[in-house]
């Protein structure tokens, strides 16, 4: 099965802040989802990448697909508390998930 | 139901015992999938359904873990003579298609077992 790995694996930022988390690939990806949780919760799907350099915007939250389709970046721009959870990658064809990167945005 | 719905939402349970966790996918969502996610890890596969069919269970950690779903609809994952490993949250997820294209799964909020 795909392995993803997730960097960094813990995330603390001041409110405002960019920051950036990647996914890494062992295999070339059909297609690739970015997931949120928050604590105790399920989790909410936020895009889905398919295409070799393909790029999705939502809000405030942009991810990208490199053109070999073993990488992914999501990259948030002035971060709010709002942002706090846990990022997860997951890969398309057999629904299997990093690790995850757990954001803390301070106030 | 508007979104996928798991019961119990949390279950203690002592060491020996078998226990039945439900999920209520989508209506008519064909593609429903099962993940054990411990305390800090990422969500970790057990097994995917396609209708009633079971077609890949490769995730499950033992023989003590089944999961069915008899007429493609609410499935259930069953887990006998719980041991404490066995602690985590059981989350859910159902798509309407074979794979969920652009409009990603939809996941349950999820059962949180504790194994004492």
């Known amino acids: 099965s795909q392995e993803l790995e997730q960097s960094p694996q813990s995330l603390i930022v001041q409110e405002g802040k960019n920051l950036t988390i990647n996914c890494t690939s062992s295999?070339?990806?059909?297609?690739l989802y970015w997931y949120k949780q928050k604590y105790g919760e399920g989790l909410i799907f936020l895009m889905m990448?398919?295409?070799?350099?393909e790029e999705k915007s939502h809000e405030k939250i942009t991810a990208k697909l490199d053109e070999k389709k073993q990488q992914s970046s999501l990259h948030i721009t002035a971060s709010q508390p709002s942002h706090a959870g846990i990022y997860l990658c997951?890969?398309?064809?057999?629904?299997?998930f990093g690790a995850g990167t757990r954001l803390t945005v301070k106030p | 139901g508007a979104g996928v719905s798991q019961s119990p939402r949390y279950k203690v349970a002592k060491r020996g015992q078998d226990v039945a966790l439900r999920c209520d996918p989508i209506?008519?969502?064909?593609?429903l999938f099962w993940y054990q996610q411990a305390l800090g890890q990422g969500p970790e596969f057990l097994t995917y359904?396609?209708?009633?069919?079971?077609?890949?269970k490769s995730g499950l950690p033992s023989d003590r873990f089944f999961a069915e779903r008899p007429e493609g609809s609410v499935s259930t994952l069953k887990i006998q003579r719980t041991q404490q490993e066995d602690s985590a949250v059981y989350l859910c997820?159902?798509?309407?298609?074979?794979?969920?294209?652009?409009?990603?799964?939809?996941f349950g909020s999820g059962t949180r077992l504790t194994v004492v």
């Open positions: 997820a159902s798509s309407p298609g074979g794979h969920a294209a652009n409009y990603g799964y939809t």
């Open positions: 295999k070339t990806l059909y297609g």
């Open positions: 990448l398919q295409k070799g350099g």
């Open positions: 997951g890969a398309e064809n057999d629904m299997r």
């Open positions: 209506s008519g969502h064909v593609s």
């Open positions: 359904f396609q209708n009633e069919a079971q077609l890949d």
